[in-house]
């Protein structure tokens, strides 16, 4: 697996080459600035960018919508000390193909930019997000699900229980697709899950089945949920 790394902080760039390196992980570049990230990624074409989420003057995620338009074939994983599900969703939407924190253990980050490498969407472990709050704690029953996913976000949860992909998604509930995947990693950062799988699992020991394999999220409805 080849990186390239950007991050304004020359220090914590060494420190995580050398951390990657020891996991196996070929670090084909350091980039502190967004022109530096750029050109890196240009020159050597990785199978993963590691990106910050904000740069001096410059947002993570515009330097992130510029390289998927310039080289499609690789792939943008943020790296942020914010767990805030707002920009999680922006990056999905921007074209981000995981989202990790950045005081998880070096072999949680490696194990994510695997998944990444695999075609599947990563998530960092919200737990250990420092300010993730409630965003973070896992689902102990129905009503603290209920208190965290707003009414379209059940409707959401709903449909990736059944099985429907992000496109299916979408046309049942008659949304643009990005609206659909934003409301799909929303989702997974307020339960912290990882993946959808983790998130349905989650969902089934929380006890929010009814009878017959019916989902109830609609007899309990929040106070202040909110769709869309």
């Known amino acids: 697996m080849r990186v390239v790394l950007g991050n304004q902080h020359r220090l914590f760039l060494d420190a995580l080459t050398e951390a990657l390196s020891q996991e196996g992980v070929i670090v084909a570049a350091q980039a502190a600035s967004p022109r530096e ?7 050597h074409e990785p199978d993963i960018c590691l990106l910050a989420t904000s740069f001096p003057g410059s947002s993570g995620l515009e330097i992130l919508r510029v390289i998927r338009r310039r080289h ?25 193909a995981g989202f990790i924190w950045k ?4 072999t949680e980050i490696v194990r994510a930019l695997t998944r990444v490498l695999a075609g599947e969407w990563a998530l960092g472990t919200a737990l250990s997000a420092p300010g993730a709050g409630h965003f973070g704690s896992r689902v102990s029953g129905g009503d603290c699900l209920l208190r965290l996913l707003t009414m379209r976000e059940q409707e959401v949860l709903m449909l990736m229980m059944e099985g429907e992909s992000t496109k299916q998604i979408a046309r049942s509930l008659a949304i643009a697709l990005s609206t659909a995947r934003t409301h799909v990693q929303s989702v997974l950062v ?28 609609g007899s309990l409805a929040p106070a202040a949920a909110a769709s869309g």
């Open 37 to 43: 990230v750029l050109a890196a990624v240009a020159r």
């Open 72 to 96: 499609q074939a690789v792939k943008v994983v943020m790296l942020s000390d914010t767990s805030d599900p707002v920009i999680v969703a922006r990056a999905s939407d921007a074209g981000a």
């Open 103 to 106: 005081d998880q253990r070096i």
């Open 190 to 217: 307020k339960l912290g899950a990882h993946s959808r799988l983790e998130a349905t699992s989650m969902v089934a020991r929380a006890g929010v089945l009814g009878t017959a394999g019916q989902y109830s999220f």
